[in-house]
């Protein structure tokens, strides 16, 4: 599975911006994607996730409410929706696919991985 995270930009804090990740792939809906952001000298954090096929999502409470993940396998992409944006949200996103079904917080859980894309949010 190869994926492309896209729609990162500079957005003025309480707007909104949505996040595409694009996966190559006939089975990409046997795979569960997970968001995960770094932001300068920090680690890289779990974000939000969604099951293969979309059932069940799970947040970072930081986020919750906030941002919402959905997916298309029609399409082979996954969203993230972020609205109500803060400074402290500004990272490197990506998006990270796994055959696992538990675990889907680590990092080390997830087999493909995406190239990341800048989100910058000014006060």
């Known amino acids: 599975v190869q994926l492309q995270a896209s729609g990162g930009g500079l957005v003025q804090a309480g707007n909104s911006l949505k996040l595409s990740c694009a996966a190559s792939?006939?089975?990409?809906?046997?795979?569960?994607v997970g968001w995960f952001r770094q932001a300068p000298g920090k680690e890289r954090e779990f974000v939000a996730s969604?099951?293969?096929?979309?059932?069940?999502?799970d947040y970072v409470d930081s986020v919750m409410g906030r941002f919402t993940i959905s997916r298309d396998n029609a399409k082979n992409t996954v969203y993230l929706q972020m609205n109500s944006l803060k400074p402290e949200d500004t990272a490197v996103y990506y998006c990270?696919?796994?055959?696992?079904?538990?675990?889907?917080?680590?990092?080390?859980?997830?087999?493909?991985w995406g190239q990341g894309t800048q989100v910058t949010v000014s006060s």
């Open positions: 969604i099951s293969g096929g979309g059932s069940s999502t």
């Open positions: 990270a696919a796994t055959s696992h079904r538990i675990g889907l917080r680590k990092r080390y859980n997830y087999n493909y």
């Open positions: 792939g006939r089975t990409f809906g046997w795979y569960a």
